[in-house]
């Protein structure tokens, strides 16, 4: 019988991705296992403790089985974790090198939201792909920068490592795997009676942009701020880049260094993101809220709000503000 681990790490205040997915999997276990007539998996809590508590103790969990009597399992989850990252790596390093070791012997690892955290110090995700929650990107890149973090996809899948966004977008990442580990009639059945939406895949329209400025370079943070500030306006790179007295090709540098981002990137999503929130709250058509924002090329706007949120102009509104 094949295994699935789900994991508990010591020290946690976030227990929905635990139960949720413990209970889609098992739904998805006993719907397989009635319509197929195959080998179900075996579906087990796996911690280094025999309780762990949540919620200053208002709830606990009680894996089924320590970590140690794992030999060897066929999917590993790891849960979204609370946000002392430092302290949640310190308090489980048996369990990451038990997730490293069994991803040698052969197992998947799908981390949920910011359990990429405790992935990426397993040293699996060093020059791959991944996603975590997009509020917690900043401090991803900063502990981990030797990975390459795209906090726009909903899911990665990438040599038998899976990770995902934020928050209960882990229902997404579940239905994912029902599919790869079941079969796709599985994962509409699961889709249905949780009432989950199925192949959803970017976590876009809900990035809410504050910018990066966890960072040493003064002079980058002035720009930000200045782009910040001139949203109303259409800003040129090479003007920007001579205002603080930076060659274009070094400013541009830095500044990716520094942000994440390009400059041209970065007053994109500063004025896409004032547009999103015109979109939420006012009654202005998209061609008010496009020259607000310093457009004037409907075509232009249209394509990069396309491009960062993943919807058009009018789909957002649809979406956030049926109101309107």
Not at 227 to 237: P, V, W
Request: aromatic share 12%.
């Amino acid at each position: 019988m094949k295994h699935i681990s789900i994991l508990v790490p010591e020290g946690q205040n976030n227990l929905s991705s635990i139960v949720g997915a413990y209970k889609i999997l098992k739904r998805a276990n006993s719907y397989w296992l009635e319509h197929s007539k195959k080998t179900a998996y075996q579906i087990e809590l796996i911690g280094l403790s025999d309780k762990v508590d949540f919620h200053d103790g208002l709830f606990s969990v009680h894996p089924h089985k320590h970590l140690s009597a794992i030999a060897h399992t066929d999917l590993i989850i790891i849960p979204s974790l609370n946000h002392n990252y430092n302290e949640a790596i310190q308090n489980n390093k048996p369990m990451i090198e038990w997730i490293e070791k069994q991803y040698k012997q052969g197992a998947a690892v799908a981390s949920i939201c910011t359990g990429a955290f405790l992935l990426a110090a397993a040293g699996l995700l060093n020059g791959r792909v991944c996603s975590t929650h997009w509020a917690f990107a900043d401090k991803f890149r900063n502990m981990f920068p030797e990975i390459k973090l795209q906090p726009d996809r909903l899911i990665t899948d990438e040599n038998g490592i899976y990770t995902n966004g934020g928050a209960y977008s882990f229902l997404n990442l579940v239905l994912y795997l029902v599919e790869k580990y079941f079969d796709r009639t599985t994962a509409i059945f699961c889709s249905k009676v949780f009432q989950i939406e199925i192949d959803r895949q970017s976590q876009s329209p809900f990035i809410i942009f504050s910018g990066q400025k966890q960072h040493g370079d003064e002079i980058i943070r002035q720009a930000q701020t200045y782009i910040e500030d001139s949203l109303h306006e259409k800003i040129s790179m090479e003007d920007l880049s001579a205002k603080f007295a930076i060659g274009r090709r070094n400013f541009d540098r830095r500044f990716l260094k520094a942000t994440g981002n390009t400059p041209l990137e970065y007053a994109q999503r500063v004025k896409i993101e004032a547009a999103k929130k015109a979109l939420e709250t006012s009654r202005k058509t998209i061609n008010e809220i496009m020259y607000d924002v310093g457009y004037a090329d409907v075509k232009a706007f249209r394509d990069v709000f396309r491009k960062i949120t993943g919807m058009s102009p009018l789909s957002y509104r649809s979406k956030f503000n049926p109101y309107s």
